[in-house]
């Protein structure tokens, strides 16, 4: 850890390479403001200006003092930058030439290139935000939905360390307690005291397993929910997934068969990152590439979030969607009626038991389907409930569950306390792993490896 928390001061372009009206340069560390003293021409020294102030002027070569670039430079005092260090920001023309003659005087005049994520880093080592927060800063940066980047940001504004910091604080007060008890085994806890505790840990043991199971809802922001349309040859699969799409993805005839493969596809529904694959009829008769156009139809259900199941409101039930209905019985899905403006009488509501009546070709119904796929896939988005979307979170949370069920069996069965502090020391740690109280070399290191140079 040594060179990372040395006195360096460290350089980097923060936006991203190439032709841009405007990049942006950053420097942080003990002698950032020397560094850029050496390098600027303006009105003030940045070492003599006030913090959160923006300057006019040049860079120029430390040496010659030949000018680089016009540029504005933002000074920030320790401890109110973003590393918590002396940093100074400086605001120049995009482009690749320009920037890296701003890094490399700046190399030139003592700075040294930061690795990635070097900034976040310092960061979290010097206490300004914790992992879990550290963490956050690179999913916001490479947030690709709405629902990613509200998730990510409430992580960096503290939302999952407040309650693990939460929860491991009243697993310290347990732990004091049962600690404190050691010195006297032969009297244990007393029995009131033991039950009082237990409730305690049966509690926290439900928040954990809460937010560990919240997991599959994250997994859904970073891999989308995947959501296959089934149905017999000619129900309007391909009509829906074009209409859902509103393109003309995939080809729709009159033809029963037209789809032979399955057709993969991203959306967002209400913030909510979709994939969402069209299949071929699903029937039992049908020649060798329509047997294997099933197969892998078969092989999308299995491995979907949901199945939109989808029946010909026009038409009467028929073998084969009678057989469709069985089979995936126990599948999570979604009755779709389709084909609703074929209809002399319209449905007396857009939803039945459940069932969605829609048209794909006029587009009925598909608002309401839209935002209930969405609803299932992130049912508390929007709430206050904690959503952890990280699997290193995850598995600390799996953990910690089992050694607090450990603790808790052992209290309850008198079993010795020394053996429930144990396991109370080793719940306690697995909740520090978040947020960062315990944390090793190699932990931080695979963290902040996928962070990009300049964040
Ligand atoms: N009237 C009506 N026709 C539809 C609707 N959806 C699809 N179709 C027609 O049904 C036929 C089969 O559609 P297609 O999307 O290829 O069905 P798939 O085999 O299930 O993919 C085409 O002629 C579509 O134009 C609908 O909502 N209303
Ligand atoms: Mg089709």
């Known amino acids: 850890m040594t060179d990372f928390l040395s006195e360096d001061t460290i350089v980097a372009p923060a936006t991203a390479p190439g032709e841009a009206a405007l990049a942006i340069i950053r420097l942080s560390g003990k002698k950032a403001f020397t560094v850029a003293d050496s390098v600027f021409q303006g009105g003030v020294r940045p070492s003599e200006a006030p913090c959160h102030t923006i300057h006019h002027g040049f860079i120029v070569d430390p040496a010659t003092k030949d000018k680089i670039d016009e540029v504005l430079v933002s000074v920030?005092?320790?401890?109110?930058?973003?590393?918590?260090?002396?940093?100074?920001?400086?605001?120049?023309?995009?482009?690749?030439?320009?920037?890296s003659a701003i890094v490399e005087a700046l190399v030139r005049a003592g700075a040294r290139l930061a690795q990635p994520g070097e900034f976040t880093r310092r960061a979290f080592l010097n206490g300004r935000i914790d992992l879990a927060q550290a963490e956050a800063v690179a999913d916001l940066i490479s947030a690709q939905s709405e629902a990613s980047r509200r998730s990510s940001l409430e992580q960096l504004e503290g939302h999952l360390s407040k309650k693990v910091c939460l929860l491991r604080e009243?697993?310290?007060?347990?732990?004091?307690?049962?600690?404190?008890?050691?010195?006297?085994?032969?009297?244990g806890i007393e029995p009131q005291r033991a039950e009082q505790i237990s409730k305690t840990l049966t509690d926290v043991i439900s928040q954990v397993r809460t937010l560990a199971k919240s997991f599959k809802?994250?997994?859904?922001?970073?891999?989308?929910y995947s959501v296959v349309i089934a149905g017999r040859p000619n129900v309007g699969k391909s009509s829906l997934l074009n209409a859902l799409l509103?393109?003309?993805r995939a080809i729709v005839t009159p033809t029963p068969g037209t789809t032979r493969d399955t057709i993969e596809e991203w959306a967002l529904f209400s913030g909510v990152p979709v994939r969402l694959v069209d299949t071929a009829g699903l029937r039992e008769r049908g020649g060798k590439i329509e047997k294997e156009g099933m197969r892998r139809t078969e092989e999308a259900i299995e491995k979907s979030d949901l199945v939109l199941l989808m029946l010909d409101a026009s038409q009467k039930?028929?073998?084969?969607?009678?057989?469709?209905?069985?089979?995936?019985?126990?599948?999570?899905?979604l009755m779709l009626y389709n084909k609703v403006d074929l209809l002399t009488q319209q449905p007396s509501s857009a939803e039945t038991n459940g069932a969605l009546y829609i048209s794909a070709t006029l587009g009925t119904g598909l608002d309401r389907l839209k935002e209930k796929i969405a609803r299932m896939a992130l049912p508390s988005f929007g709430t206050e409930s904690?959503?952890?979307?990280?699997?290193?979170h995850?598995?600390?949370l799996a953990k910690g569950f089992v050694y607090l069920l450990r603790a808790r069996r052992g209290l309850e069965r008198g079993k010795g306390l020394e053996l429930v502090a144990f396991e109370l020391r080793r719940a306690v740690d697995a909740l520090g792993e978040i947020t960062g109280q315990i944390v090793t070399e190699d932990i931080l290191g695979r963290i902040f490896s996928k962070f990009c140079i300049g964040k």
């Open 170 to 187: 009243s697993l310290l007060d347990v732990l004091a307690e049962v600690e404190a008890n050691l010195d006297f085994p032969e009297e």
């Open 317 to 333: 039930l028929n073998d084969e969607d009678r057989q469709l209905l069985e089979k995936y019985q126990r599948r999570k899905r």
């Open 386 to 392: 904690v959503l952890v979307t990280s699997a290193r």
């Open 76 to 99: 920030f005092r320790a401890p109110k930058s973003y590393t918590a260090e002396d940093a100074v920001e400086i605001s120049c023309h995009g482009g690749r030439a320009v920037t």
């Open 394 to 396: 995850k598995e600390a």
């Open 217 to 224: 809802e994250g997994r859904i922001l970073r891999e989308g």
């Open 246 to 248: 509103q393109k003309e």
